[in-house]
């Protein structure tokens, strides 16, 4: 194989990834408009209080107070995960930080259907 033919495979492959790229970005921003931000999603079980304290800007201490935890505990488990180690329902924990959202807070929202739900 010569230089130039070498080249021009090179090129190939090298557009055919970006082509790759495209098609996920394009893809993920119809989920994105569909969806809409993370954050306009009702609080769920499968997530964790620092995913909640990022997604809806609730201040960690706050975070902590509403569940019961030490700093630096429960950063890794799911309110579900939580709630049992509690020995509470997980709609209990939910109840609470919802409360501790601003009233124009999406969590307030309806919650979305399960087929409608593309998330874990």
Known sequence: MNRRTALVVLLVLSLA??????????????IWREEGPV?????AP?????YIVRA??????????LLDLAPGEGGRLTLEEIAARRGVPVETLIARIEKALPANAP????APSEE????P
């Open 116 to 119: 409608d739900d593309h998330r």
């Open 39 to 43: 954050a306009t999603l009702p609080i």
């Open 107 to 110: 969590a307030a929202r309806e």
């Open 17 to 30: 990834l970006a082509g790759l790229f495209a098609a996920r970005a394009v893809m993920v921003a119809m």
């Open 56 to 65: 809806y800007h609730l201040p960690p201490s706050e975070m902590r107070a």
């Open 46 to 50: 499968w997530m964790t209080p620092r």
